[in-house]
C-alpha cells in the first residue's frame, strides 16, 4: 500500500511520484489523479509536483493534455527513460530534424482542422510568451510549450504521445552545434515570424497552410544550425 512520503525537495517529489504511480499500479493510457489532489496525497506544493511532472515527461514515462490531465505513457518509468536515454545516444541532431520534419508539418495540419478556440488562445499566449522571453532558457522553453500545443489542439490523443515521445527524445540530444551571441532571442529571430505564420493557419482553420507553415519553420531551424535541411 503507498504510504505518503516526506517531500523534502524537487528530488524526493521524483521519487515520490514515481513510488505513487508504480504503487497505484497504473498502466500506459490511465490518468493519473488531478494536481490539486496529488498535492495533499504526495504532500508537496504545486510547483514541486510540476518540477516532477516535467522530469518525467522528459524520460517519456508521461504526457500531459491541458485542460484533460495528466496520463502514463510507457509500461515502467525506469524502463522509459532508459530506452529514452538509449534513444537520444543514437540518434544526431541532423537525423532528430528529419524527424520532426516528417511528423510536425503533419500534426500543424490536423491542429488546424480540430483546434478548439480555447487551443488557439492557448497557442497565441505560448507564443507572446516566446517573443517576450528574457533569455535563451525561457525562450526555449517557451518554444518548447509552443509545438506541443500544437500537438494537444490536433484532439488526437496518440499524435500527443508520438509527440511527446519525440519532444522527449529532442530534449535530450546534445545540441553541441548551438552557438548564442546574445543574451536573449533577438525581435528579428526568424522563429517569431514563423510562428505568427503557424497560428494564423491553424486559426483560420487551414490545413495545408498549417502544414506548409510548419515545414518552412523547421526548415528555417534547421538551415539556421546546420546550414542544411
Request: hydrophobic share 45%; glycine share 6%.
Amino acid at each position: 500500500m503507498y504510504m505518503k512520503p516526506d517531500v523534502a525537495d524537487a528530488a524526493d517529489a521524483v521519487g515520490a511520484l514515481r513510488a505513487f504511480i508504480e504503487g497505484g499500479e497504473y498502466k500506459p493510457g490511465d490518468r493519473l489523479p488531478a494536481e490539486r489532489e496529488l498535492i495533499v496525497r504526495l504532500g508537496m506544493s504545486r510547483s514541486t509536483l510540476r518540477k516532477a511532472f516535467d522530469m518525467l515527461e522528459r524520460e517519456g514515462s508521461i504526457w500531459r493534455h491541458v485542460g484533460k490531465g495528466t496520463f502514463i505513457a510507457s509500461q515502467g518509468l525506469q524502463a522509459g527513460a532508459s530506452a529514452l536515454s538509449v534513444l537520444s545516444q543514437q540518434v544526431t541532431p541532423i537525423q532528430l530534424m528529419r524527424a520532426r520534419l516528417s511528423l510536425e508539418p503533419a500534426i500543424a495540419l490536423e491542429a488546424a482542422i480540430n483546434a478548439s478556440e480555447d487551443s488557439v488562445t492557448r497557442l497565441k499566449l505560448a507564443r507572446d510568451h516566446a517573443l517576450n522571453a528574457q533569455s535563451w532558457d525561457e525562450y526555449e522553453a517557451q518554444d518548447d510549450i509552443f509545438h506541443r500545443l500544437i500537438a494537444e489542439a490536433s484532439g488526437n490523443v496518440l499524435i500527443l504521445s508520438l509527440f511527446g515521445h519525440l519532444n522527449g527524445v529532442r530534449r535530450a540530444v546534445a545540441w553541441n552545434t548551438v552557438v548564442r551571441t546574445s543574451d536573449r532571442a533577438p525581435r528579428s529571430h526568424t522563429s517569431f515570424a514563423e510562428h505568427d505564420q503557424i497560428v494564423a493557419a491553424i486559426e483560420a482553420r487551414n490545413p495545408a497552410a498549417a502544414q506548409a507553415a510548419m515545414r518552412a519553420h523547421l526548415v528555417s531551424v534547421s538551415a539556421r544550425l546546420f546550414g542544411e535541411v
